[in-house]
């Protein structure tokens, strides 16, 4: 069973920036693919951006790219999330991912993950 706890949100102007991070409890963190999603209120959970296990290789949706960066430190068993030139429409809840199998790969598509976070509460004002 893998654990995961995001962090880091919160409130920012339209243009700022945050920084989620999300920790596991996985032993063998580098061996799961991660992925951050959100949801906004009245709206479907959508991907916002995937990475592999050795973190090589990112995937994002295309609403967020050139503006958000996944990364992680599988030393501290961590997957960050460094959201600048934040838009009103990036309000959600975001939650952290982790899927096992073909770790290597980074997914978008929700339905691949096995283990999610609780969520942490994004707002951008404009």
């Known amino acids: 069973q893998v654990q995961l706890v995001e962090s880091g949100g919160g409130l920012v102007q339209a243009g700022g920036s945050l920084r989620l991070s999300c920790l596991s409890s996985?032993?063998?963190?580098?061996?799961?693919?991660m992925g951050w999603f959100r949801q906004a209120p009245g709206k479907e959970r959508e991907s916002v951006a995937a990475?592999?296990?050795?973190?090589?290789?990112?995937l994002y949706t295309d609403s967020v790219k050139g503006r958000f960066t996944i990364s992680r430190d599988n030393n501290k068993g961590t997957v960050y999330l460094q959201m600048d030139s934040l838009k009103p429409e990036d309000t959600a809840v975001y939650y952290c991912?982790?899927?096992?199998?073909?770790?290597?790969?980074?997914?978008?598509?929700?339905?691949?993950?096995?283990?999610w976070g609780q969520g942490t509460q994004v707002t951008v004002s404009s």
């Open positions: 991912a982790a899927a096992g199998g073909t770790y290597w790969v980074p997914r978008l598509r929700d339905s691949d993950y096995g283990y």
């Open positions: 996985a032993r063998t963190f580098s061996h799961y693919a």
């Open positions: 990475i592999s296990g050795g973190g090589t290789r990112t």
